[in-house]
Structures are given as structure tokens and as C-alpha cells.
């Protein structure tokens, strides 16, 4: 009896401590729960504040009256839709210009940026941070100063009331941003894949073709949509150095939306929105491609 009475107190801590897990289990499974509950509860809110603002302007596009304090629109119409693909808007005209105009930011941006970068992270030379405060400049010169001294150089070269001045224009003030993005890339990166590279033989343009551009893809296509929001949401520039002769969307929508006119204003922005949504997908696309392809080949 003994012996049966100790090993059934031998095995009762065992099954204790068996049973422990399990029995610990449930508060482990309600406290995941909770987590996953505010998460989502996060998530609803932050979709709430970028959804809300958009249908609220969808709903302008096709309201004439929205009375406060009501709830929903009194009245509808289709006179922003209307007005908006009316002959006299030349909407396909703006909206190309404005695609161009942003795009050609876009690249000229990253490939001045990528050139500063390279320079500022991989090279050591006398007046560095010089070089390093100079891209920064746009940063701290007020909108006004910096538009009013390009417009006058401008005016001098024949480049006031141009695209092309345009697109320069809106280059020095997207660069910053973009130089700062390939900055921190690149000494990310580092230049190990490149001197391996060249140590197999392959030449400078092979270098940049196939180890340095596939690297820095990510930060690339970042800087580039950076870039490109900055161009096609630029107002002030553009009127001042487009000395109104280049028409670009956001041209277009601002008189309406000084002067009061939500329906035509809200009907532009959301063509605005449905336009950079457009080039903001096709540089996913063209990121997941990159991803998988590099995926592909580590893995073959």
C-alpha cells in the first residue's frame, strides 16, 4: 500500500504539470484574441479615414445641394460629370500633360539623385558635406523665394512657360527627397555584390546593368513615386514657371475649388486620385516583377 500511495503522489505533479499547458492555454488564446480584435479594430479606423474623405467626394461629384445638417445629399446632378468631359475642359489634354510632366520629374528626380547619391555614400572628397547641405537646399528655401529666383533665370534661358522648364522645375524640389531615399539605400546596400562582380570580370555598365539597379529597385521605384506626387500635385510652380501656357490637372481644379464649386471640384479630384492610383499600381507592378524575378534566381 505504501508503495501504491507513493507512486500515485509521484505521478500527480507529472499530471499537473501536464495539465498545466492546457489549462494555461485558454487565457493565452483570449489574450491573442484581444490582440487580434485591436488590430483589426486599427485597421478598420485607418481605412476609415482614407475611405471616408473619398467617398465623400464622390458623392459631391453628383451632388447640386448638401445643406448642413444633413446627413446625406438634398439634390443630385450629373453636371460635374458633364462639365467635366465637356469639349471646352480638354480633359484627355490636361491629364496627359499632367501624366508627362509628372513621369519625366519622376525619372530626371532619380537619376540626378541616384548620381548624388552614389557620390555622397561611396566616395570620400574634400567639400562633402558641402556637397551633402546643396541637395538639401530646396528644403529650406521658402516656395516663394525659390519660384520667384527660377523664374527669373528661366526667363533669361527661354525656358519660362515650357514643359521642359516645368519638369526642371519640379526636379530640384522632388530631389531632396529622393537623394535622401538613395542615401540611406545605398549605404544599406552597401558595394560588396559590385566588387564581387567586377571580380568576376564584369564591366562597369554590366555592374550598374545587373547588380546595382536590381539592388536598389525598392528605393528606386520609392523615390520615383515620391517624386511623381510631388510633380502632379504641384500647383504654384507650375503656374509660375508655366506662366500659364502648361496646363496640368492641378491647374485646371483649383479655380473651381477657390471659387466654391464642389460638384466640378470634387468631380476633378476624383479623376486626380483615379490617375495616381493608376501610375502608384504600375510601380507595384513593376516592384513585385523585380522581387519575383530576384526570388527566381536565388532560387533556381
Known amino acids: 500500500m505504501s508503495r501504491q500511495k507513493a507512486a500515485a503522489e509521484e505521478a500527480m505533479p507529472a499530471k499537473a504539470g501536464a495539465e498545466g499547458p492546457a489549462g494555461g492555454g485558454r487565457p493565452r488564446c483570449r489574450h491573442r484574441r484581444k490582440r487580434n480584435g485591436a488590430a483589426w479594430a486599427l485597421v478598420a479606423l485607418q481605412a476609415l479615414c482614407v475611405v471616408g474623405p473619398v467617398a465623400i ?31 471646352s475642359q480638354r480633359l484627355g489634354e490636361v491629364l496627359a ?11 530626371l528626380t532619380v537619376v540626378v539623385a541616384t548620381m548624388a547619391a552614389a557620390a555622397l555614400s561611396r566616395y570620400r572628397f574634400r567639400g562633402r558635406d558641402v556637397a551633402r547641405f546643396a541637395v538639401l537646399v530646396p528644403f529650406l528655401i521658402p516656395a516663394t523665394v525659390f519660384a520667384m529666383g527660377v523664374q527669373v533665370a528661366f526667363l533669361r534661358v527661354g525656358l519660362s512657360g515650357t514643359v521642359v522648364g516645368v519638369v526642371i522645375c519640379h526636379a530640384i524640389v522632388a530631389l531632396p527627397y529622393a537623394a535622401l531615399i538613395m542615401v ?28 546595382t539597379v536590381p539592388t536598389l529597385a525598392p528605393a528606386l521605384l520609392s523615390a520615383a513615386s515620391m517624386s511623381y506626387i510631388l510633380s502632379f500635385s504641384q500647383y504654384f510652380l507650375t503656374l509660375l514657371v508655366g506662366a500659364g501656357k502648361v496646363k496640368t490637372l492641378a491647374l485646371v481644379m483649383f479655380p473651381y475649388l477657390s471659387s466654391g464649386d464642389r460638384t466640378i471640384a470634387s468631380a476633378y479630384g476624383i479623376v486626380f486620385l483615379a490617375a495616381t492610383l493608376a501610375v502608384f499600381l504600375l510601380f507595384e507592378v513593376l516592384l513585385r516583377r523585380q522581387v519575383s524575378r530576384e526570388i527566381d534566381y536565388f532560387n533556381g
Open 57 to 87: 467626394i464622390a458623392l459631391w461629384a453628383f451632388t447640386s445641394s448638401w445643406p448642413w445638417p444633413l446627413l446625406f445629399p438634398e439634390t443630385f446632378t450629373t453636371r460635374g460629370i458633364e462639365e467635366l468631359f465637356g469639349p
Open 97 to 107: 500633360t499632367s501624366v508627362g510632366i509628372a513621369l519625366a520629374c519622376a525619372l
Open 184 to 211: 540611406d539605400a545605398m549605404q544599406a546596400a552597401g558595394s560588396r555584390l559590385e566588387d564581387q562582380a567586377r571580380l568576376c570580370g564584369a564591366g562597369p555598365v554590366r555592374v550598374w546593368a545587373t547588380v
